[in-house]
């Protein structure tokens, strides 16, 4: 390693001809090949993406379905019941005033605020079901029942 002498400075600083080609920036073809990569880029990506967010949705519904039915059990875990129909969804939040008494009530309810399906409707509720004891469902995309595809009604009894 070699030091430098008494009394003389290091020069630190690059020559101008270099700091001038490093800071000259891109030229427009650069700029240019860049863009049209991307674009092609996005031209094969974004529509394999797009087919896959009505499959998130759906799974994103039966995700939230197995959430409620499953507080719905503990519900009656405590009540020895189900809520009835009227009753509805709102008395995993609120101890019910109507209806069958939910004398085993846990304080402080069984879940914070009731979702809603990925398509921004309230779930629906039923107690008795018509495929089981109880059911929860969405009416999917289109929030009318029955249906194909991603309009299709999803259910507890689709888990």
Known sequence: MSYPLPGRKINHTPSRALL???SRGFTLVEIMVVVVIIGIMAALVVPKLM???DDARITAAKSDIATLMNTLNL????NNRFPTTEQGLQALITKPTSGPAANGWKSGGYI???????????YQY???GIHNE???FSFGADGQPGGTGNDADIGSWDL
């Open 112 to 122: 914070a605020k009731l979702p809603k399906d990925p398509w921004g409707n309230p």
């Open 75 to 78: 519900y009656k875990l405590d």
């Open 134 to 136: 109880v059911e929860v």
């Open 126 to 128: 039923l107690s008795p």
């Open 20 to 22: 001038g080609r490093r």
């Open 51 to 53: 087919g896959r967010t």
